[in-house]
């Protein structure tokens, strides 16, 4: 059974920082995407940044491209983002995702709030 959990969320100021987490379990995830994606209240859910496990290619969001990174932990099965300079507009539900092909997975979802 394919168990994405998700960490790290919270409340903080806007400037500060936050990482989540993300633990994968369940199956292989050598070839899958993984990513993080977000929802607002009201908003539709969106990307945020992804990667590879092989490889390690990133991408991002262009909201948030030089103010988070993606990361991976093979040993661990880990996938985190570390956001910092957070802004008001950052808060949403994060969810992690792991996706190959068909087979689509997600978490269920840590919350971060950014105060102004």
């Known amino acids: 059974q394919v168990q994405l959990v998700e960490s790290g969320g919270g409340l903080v100021q806007a400037g500060g920082s936050l990482r989540l987490s993300c633990a994968a379990s369940?199956?292989?995830?050598?070839?899958?995407?993984m990513g993080w994606f977000r929802q607002a209240p009201g908003n539709e859910r969106e990307f945020v940044a992804s990667?590879?496990?092989?490889?390690?290619?990133?991408y991002y969001a262009d909201s948030v491209k030089g103010r988070f990174t993606i990361s991976e932990d093979n040993a661990k099965n880990t996938v985190y983002l570390q956001m910092n300079s957070l802004k008001p507009e950052d808060t949403a539900v994060y969810y992690c995702?792991?996706?190959?092909?068909?087979?689509?997975?997600w978490g269920q979802g840590t919350q971060v709030t950014v105060s102004s």
């Open positions: 990667i590879r496990w092989s490889g390690g290619r990133t």
């Open positions: 369940g199956r292989t995830f050598s070839d899958y995407a």
């Open positions: 995702n792991a996706r190959l092909g068909f087979y689509n997975y």
